[in-house]
């Protein structure tokens, strides 16, 4: 079977510091993948790297069968990779309506439309309030985003990607720093994607990994330790040693 | 109401969008030895308009805007010399001329952001003026541009010595090139422009093609630059290398500034009181016009961020 997506000896230096070495990386269609690894091992440059935020030294990058390393970001959301952020990048001065919309309508391919009639723009509307009622923040759809408390914009961060309705979904950190109560909504909402999305979470909550993780990746240092099962992770001494044994935010 | 509508009812027209036009027709009439006037702040209005395209909307920071209203002039001036007098195809000329340039020089200045953006926009203005300078036989260099001979618009209304058929010629430009810009900057496209400004990192994540919508709009800008820099040319029969200055370049952003930035209308109220306010004062002495500038601009930045409706925004909104 093709892989919804696949890295094949990916690698990145910035300077002397090497954050991505010879990473061979598969996700396929339905996956519920977690990246985990101490900070600094390199798990948001993967996730920049994959996107094409950042061009990688050496190695390929393949969405659903097809080399997209040379193909610029946008083009890579067209054809269905959709990310969260792990500093929150968000259209500040715009309602949260506005924020999702934007996206929404990217995807509805009208974004570049100068004279489409409001007909068009409501059947965008519609789809990104539904979006913040799924996330439980219709409350705030006017409330523009820099109003909002961290949670919600936490909230919003994956509003917008999920807008983008894509095939193979990273979400980067999305629960750090969110609320309990607010984590939750965030569970619920990742557990209710679509079975055919292929999603990779990075996530330091070893509980939230766990719970929703079927595979699971450690990275340290640029490098892949190990890929296998929660149970197969949970029982390898390196990983106690490298990553859990440090406390959970290593 | 539904959050839905409200959304969509801040795209509707409001009854307030009038009042520009109201005013402007009334000055029509009531103050017939303004006309000359009148025809300047309508040009320095859709000038301001465009960089309000680009800088206020899409968050372009440039400070070589004339370079389009200077292409656009000098278009206008030599086909009206030269070739015909016939305005309104000397308008088409001018707004092709000025998109060709504002296209080309998008194409290197939009790759960049900053600074060096900044320096960049600067650097194809000193070009272009250095260029105009140089080819004194077709521009009249340092001397200027003459011998245009305008001819009626639609050959029915000709330009009078009272300069009422320019004033109307130019409010009717400003009119559509309004409604052109409104419609533009209400719809998805612009839509995406503001969502450049606020975050282009999040729109290259969300799949939009960030580099060719902003040399989308920078190209239309430009076009309706160089249709202010054309209807200068047209209604006052010369034009000299100060279209391409610097100083108009810096003139229009204190402008647009000063009436507010990503607004529409900021650029009615702040070319508007400008181009007055320096008639006024210039007349009591020209060298305290940029005085009472600079005094204005500290209040601005320190005061008043939004600019004069921003300020008027925040009062109604207490
Ligand atoms: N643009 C960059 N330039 C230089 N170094 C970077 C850059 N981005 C990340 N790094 C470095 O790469 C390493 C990996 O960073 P990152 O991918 O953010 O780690 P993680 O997400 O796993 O915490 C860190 O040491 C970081 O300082
Ligand atoms: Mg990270």
């Known amino acids: 079977m093709t892989a919804a997506l696949e890295t094949i000896g990916l690698h990145k230096r910035f300077g002397a510091l090497i954050v991505a070495n010879d990473i061979h990386f598969r996700l396929d269609a339905g996956a519920r993948h977690a990246l985990i690894g101490p900070n600094g091992a390199g798990k948001t440059t993967l996730v920049n790297l994959i996107t094409g935020r950042i061009p990688p030294s050496a190695g390929r990058i393949l969405l659903g069968g097809d080399d997209i390393t040379a193909l610029p970001q946008a083009v890579r959301v067209r054809r269905g990779l959709g990310r969260t952020f792990q500093i929150n990048t968000l259209f500040r001065g715009l ?12 995807h509805h391919g009208i974004g570049g439309d100068m004279l489409r009639s409001l007909a068009a ?52 950190e999305p629960a750090a720093g ?43 240092q640029g490098s892949v330790l190990i890929e296998g099962t929660p149970a197969e992770i949970a029982a390898d001494a390196r990983v106690r040693e490298v990553y859990l044994g440090e406390g959970h935010h290593g | 109401m539904h959050p839905i509508d409200t959304l969509l009812a801040r795209h509707r027209f409001r009854a307030i969008e009038l009042l520009p036009w109201l005013i402007a027709v009334a000055v029509y009439f009531v103050f017939g030895d303004y006309l000359p006037l009148g025809s300047q702040i309508l040009i320095m209005i859709l ?20 370079a389009f209203f200077g292409v656009g002039a000098y278009a206008a001036g030599i086909y009206a010399a030269h070739v015909s007098g016939e305005p309104l195809s000397g308008l088409v000329l ?38 105009a300078n140089k080819a004194g036989f077709i521009t009249g260099g340092a001397d200027g541009l003459q011998g245009m001979d305008i001819r009626p618009i639609f050959g029915l209304f000709r330009f009078d010595l009272f300069g009422r058929t320019a004033y109307l010629y130019c409010l009717a430009v400003l009119f559509l090139a309004w409604l052109f810009a409104r419609r533009l900057v209400h719809s998805s ?22 580099r060719r919508r902003l040399l989308t709009i920078y190209t239309i800008s430009a076009a309706l630059a160089g249709v202010a820099g054309a209807l200068l040319a047209q209604t006052t029969q010369f034009v000299g290398l100060t279209v391409l200055g610097f100083q108009r370049s810096g003139e229009i ?14 650029a009615f109220v702040g070319a508007g009181i400008y181009m007055i306010a320096q008639d006024q004062l210039a007349k009591l002495e020209p060298a305290f016009w940029y005085f009472w500038i600079g005094l204005l601009l500290v209040l601005l930045v320190m005061f008043a961020r939004g600019g004069v409706l921003g300020l008027i925004d925040r009062i109604l909104r207490r």
């Open chain 1, 121 to 172: 723009r409501r059947a965008v509307l519609e789809g990104g309030y539904a979006l913040l009622e799924r996330l439980r923040i219709a409350d705030d759809a006017l409330t523009p985003v820099r109003e909002l408390p961290y949670g919600r914009q936490r909230l919003v961060e994956i509003a917008i990607a999920l807008g983008l309705r894509p095939t193979v979904l990273l979400l980067d």
């Open chain 1, 178 to 220: 969110v609320p309990s109560t607010e984590i939750a909504i965030i569970l619920d909402v990742i557990e209710q994607l679509p079975d055919d999305i292929a999603v990779l979470i990075i996530e330091h909550d070893m509980e939230l990994v766990f719970r929703f993780a079927r595979r699971i990746t450690v990275l340290v």
């Open chain 2, 189 to 210: 496209f612009g839509r995406s422009l503001i969502g450049i400004r606020e975050n282009t990192a999040r729109m290259h994540a969300i799949g939009s093609p960030v």
């Open chain 2, 253 to 266: 952003v204190i402008m647009l500034v000063f009436g507010g930035i990503g607004r529409l209308y900021g």
């Open chain 2, 47 to 66: 000038f301001a308009l465009s960089l309000d395209l680009v800088l206020g909307y899409a968050g372009i920071v440039t400070l070589g805007h004339s």
């Open chain 2, 94 to 131: 001018a707004a092709c001329a000025a998109a060709v340039v504002g296209w080309l020089s998008g194409l290197v200045v939009l790759r960049t952001t900053g600074l060096t953006l900044l320096m960049l926009t600067l650097a194809v203005t000193a070009l272009l003026a250095e260029a």
């Open chain 1, 95 to 106: 309602s949260v309506l506005e924020n999702v919309c934007l996206a929404v309508g990217e």
